[in-house]
């Protein structure tokens, strides 16, 4: 029932409770892929579908996303907690065009949690910033987000401008528009739907 406290407290704006509840749940010894798919994740879908049916609009979405946000900052430190050396370098971003961060945070989260050195550009990258900062940090993997379908070409360039620096680096990328066929048609080397597919994928990549 405390789960459905959380999505409701999403939904409701209502930072305080979701930190409060979110740090319930964690001391009660709730699954953290339970608190955070079936209380934070599953509530930004539901505000999701509330704004395309013209519900809701941009200030409350942002607002959603603030409370959820709080509760990601209390799971954090547990999604990382006891890596030390590094497995490989991820250098993470969304795209050009995209200011949409709670999905690309989570990957970064679960990637420094499965021990990986994680560079991450915010939002809103473009292609030469990922090339030069993969170049310099010598990274095995560039991860891309985008949500939105507009911002998808910014992926095909970034893609594009990897090959043609010719670096070893390999790109993954994944976001809510995202698929695998649109991976396999601009030569990415991988996709995945969710943050613990995004790690499968770099250790793959990396073994
Ligand atoms: Co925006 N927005 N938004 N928005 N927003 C969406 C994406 C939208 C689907 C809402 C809708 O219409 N139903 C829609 C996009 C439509 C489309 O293009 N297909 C949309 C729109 C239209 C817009 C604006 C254009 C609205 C406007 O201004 N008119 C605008 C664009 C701004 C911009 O980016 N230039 C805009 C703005 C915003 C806010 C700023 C208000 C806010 C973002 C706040 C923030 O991120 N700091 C916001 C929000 C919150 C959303 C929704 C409601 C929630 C997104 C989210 O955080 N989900 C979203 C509706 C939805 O997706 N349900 C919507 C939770 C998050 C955990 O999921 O990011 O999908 P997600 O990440 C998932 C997977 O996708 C995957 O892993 C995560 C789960 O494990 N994943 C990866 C993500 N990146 C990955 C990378 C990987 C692998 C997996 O490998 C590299």
Known sequence: MAILDIFNAVLAFDEETVKAKTQAELDGGTDIGTILNDGLISAMDEVGERFSAGELFVPEMLMAAQAMKA????????????????????????????LHDIGKNLVSM????????????????????????????????????????????????????????????????????????????????GYSADAPGAVKLVKQIIS
């Open 110 to 189: 679960m990637m420094e949690g499965a021990g990986f050195e994680v560079v991450d550009l915010g939002v809103d990258v473009d292609s030469e910033k990922f090339v030069k900062t993969a170049a310099e940090k010598s990274a095995d993997v560039i991860a891309l987000s985008a949500l939105l379908t507009t911002t998808m070409p910014s992926m095909e360039s970034t893609v594009k401008a990897v090959k043609e620096a010719g670096m070893a680096t390999r790109t993954i990328i994944g976001g809510a528009p995202v698929t695998q066929a649109f991976a396999d048609q601009i030569g990415a080397d």
């Open 71 to 98: 509760g990601l900052k209390i799971l954090k430190p547990h999604l990382s907690a006891g890596q030390s050396k590094s497995k490989g370098v991820v250098v993470i971003g969304t795209v050009k065009g995209d």
